[in-house]
């Protein structure tokens, strides 16, 4: 197979074996990356049962409908994501839906991270960040949004990354440096890119829902 | 190589499973984004975070293919939910005890 040869590299000496090194690492790292999110939202929900109406104030606060289209967005990039890297495991040679996918799945998440920035400015407006000046009086929403800018900044470095990840793939793909099918590293960014949406899936209910049936 | 008319049909097959999943994800967000506006109380909290972890079982097992993995790959996903169950489950031990 010319395919698997091209894409073979030390200390492998087989293809199979290279696949299964991959994908066992990623998951390794995603898991130390579940402890660290993991950890952030361990200090949210101690601080949101020490102070559960000041994080219900703070929360109503949120913009809701950023946060809700930005889900959206994400879950759709993960959908992109979930298909390219399935048909580059088909026995169809299927390179151009994989780069169509690929470059859906990046956009989608550029367009992520420009909501956050509209989200950020409006946030900045209403005086929501930690410190001197603060519009909200409970001292509890100050440790709600000291949560929030932390998190979400981390998240969108997180985006970023898996960005320029995925940017990267389209270009070596679509300049044919190296072969579509069955690359393990399209398999590897997937499983990034979905754990970074995972994060925001749990991140959306700690942020945006919070007081608003009260 | 295979034909054109057989990769339409894996195209079809491709798009047809994944828009599933992608569906019942977008309507498990409407469903939260619903609920979080019925009073409840603690239960209209719980349902927020109830839901995500549905919708991140669902990409887990069907967008990063854990349902079909190996089970080495399975063990290293499952140790990160292990280690995050353990250090809630200390913590509100201890949090939990002084309120």
Redesign the interface.
């Known amino acids: 197979m010319s395919d698997e040869s091209a894409l073979l590299r030390e200390p492998w000496s087989n293809f199979g074996r290279q696949r ?1 090194a991959g ?2 690492g990623i ?2 790292f ?6 660290f999110f ?2 952030l939202m ?1 200090t949210y ?2 601080c949101r ?1 020490e102070h559960p109406e000041a994080f219900a104030v703070a929360g109503r606060e949120t913009n ?1 409908w950023y946060g ?1 289209i930005n ?2 967005v994400l ?2 990039s ?2 992109t ?3 390219a890297a ?2 580059a495991e ?5 390179r151009r ?1 994989v780069l169509a996918c690929l470059m859906l799945t990046a956009m989608l998440g550029l367009a992520f991270i420009v909501i956050k920035g509209f989200e950020y400015k409006e946030d900045i407006d209403k005086q929501l960040v930690p410190g001197a000046g603060f519009a909200l009086s409970q001292p509890g929403a100050q440790l709600f949004y000291g949560f929030y800018w932390l998190v979400t900044g981390v998240h969108a470095i997180h985006l970023s990354i898996g960005i320029a990840l995925v940017s990267r793939l389209f270009w070596v793909l679509l300049r044919r440096q190296l072969p579509a099918k069955d690359n393990p590293e399209i398999e590897v960014t ?2 990034y890119w ?1 754990l970074v ?2 994060v925001w ?2 991140l ?3 942020i ?3 007081g ?3 | 190589m295979s034909r054109p008319g057989e990769s339409g049909g894996i195209v079809r097959r491709l798009w047809a499973r994944n828009l599933l999943i992608w569906a019942a994800l977008l309507a498990l967000l409407v469903l939260s984004l619903l609920a979080a506006y019925v009073p409840m109380g603690r239960m209209t909290t719980a349902s927020g975070i109830i839901i995500a972890g549905v919708k991140s079982t669902l990409v887990v097992l069907l967008f990063m293919e854990l349902a079909s993995a190996k089970p080495l790959i399975r063990i290293a996903a499952i140790s990160g939910l292990v280690f995050v169950i353990a250090m809630f489950a200390l913590t509100f031990a201890d949090v939990l005890a002084r309120i």
């Open positions: 299964e994908k066992f998951w390794v995603l898991a130390s990356e579940t402890l993991g950890a361990l929900t101690v049962v809701i809700t889900t959206a879950l759709t993960s959908l994501m979930a298909i399935q048909a088909e026995s169809a040679p299927l839906l997937a499983l979905h949406d995972i899936i749990f959306y209910p700690l945006y829902l919070p608003r049936a009260s």
